[in-house]
């Protein structure tokens, strides 16, 4: 299976603090996506990082990718309440031609006021 | 707003009823999927579509039928469902389904509840 594993699977902060979640994959990728989602809503795309990249920044949001490791890191700097959801990596793959996304169980932050 | 609209929000249904669940996408892309999230499990991919045609089943019961009439909407057929299947279904599309440089817009969910 490709997909990717999330960890720790709960994670509590207060505002203001850092959060980092990390994510480990079995096989070799073209990229890895970082999602979002907040309860009873779907998933939102927060970022993608080829495997060509070691970093990228989006905002508050840095993704780190160590392919050698197999492993990926996300890290939201100065978080806010509005910041608390469940925060998963995707791994795509063509199969057949067509892509396929899978996802692990994900992080779930909650960052205290 | 997500540009991926599913309806109903929530869906309660017996056993032996048959009910349909809807996904419309207004971004202009060609791939569509259905997702299942159960509460502590992976998201499970249940169906893919592109232009229309279905390019994964990802052995999922025969009780869930998939229908793709565009490539703007997407529909679950459901009959005798089984306590089980109680989940949250999310729809999703990306723009072209051959490339893994697409992301995936999701919907907002149908909370399905199987009494």
């Known amino acids: 299976s490709q997909q990717g594993e999330e960890d720790p699977q709960a994670l509590s902060i207060q505002e203001g603090e850092n959060a980092t979640m990390n994510c480990s994959y079995k096989t070799s990728i073209n990229n890895l996506q970082w999602y979002r989602q907040n309860s009873g809503r779907g998933l939102v795309h927060l970022i993608l990082i080829r495997s060509n990249e070691r970093e990228k920044h989006s905002g508050r949001l840095r993704v780190t990718l160590d392919t050698s490791k197999k492993s990926s890191s996300l890290l939201i700097t100065a978080s806010r309440a509005a910041d608390t959801a469940s925060y998963f990596c995707?791994?795509?793959?063509?199969?057949?031609?067509?892509?396929?996304?899978?996802f692990g169980t994900g992080t779930k932050l909650q960052v205290i006021p | 707003e997500t540009g991926v609209t599913q309806t109903p929000r929530h869906l309660v249904m017996g056993m032996t009823n048959k009910k349909s669940l809807k996904c419309e996408q207004h971004?202009?892309?060609?791939?569509m999927y259905w997702y299942k999230q159960s509460a502590k499990k992976p998201l499970e991919l249940m169906f893919v579509?592109?232009?229309?045609?279905?390019?994964e089943n990802n052995s999922v019961p025969s009780r869930f039928s998939p229908e793709c009439p565009n490539s703007s909407h997407l529909f679950l057929h459901l009959h005798t469902l089984q306590p089980e299947d109680s989940a949250l279904y999310l729809c999703?599309?990306?723009?072209?389904?051959?490339?893994?440089?697409?992301?995936?817009?999701f919907g907002n969910g149908t909370r399905l509840t199987v009494t």
């Open positions: 579509y592109n232009f229309k045609e279905q390019t």
């Open positions: 995707a791994t795509p793959f063509l199969p057949g031609g067509y892509q396929k996304v899978t």
């Open positions: 999703a599309s990306s723009s072209r389904g051959q490339s893994l440089n697409s992301p995936l817009h």
């Open positions: 971004l202009g892309h060609n791939a």
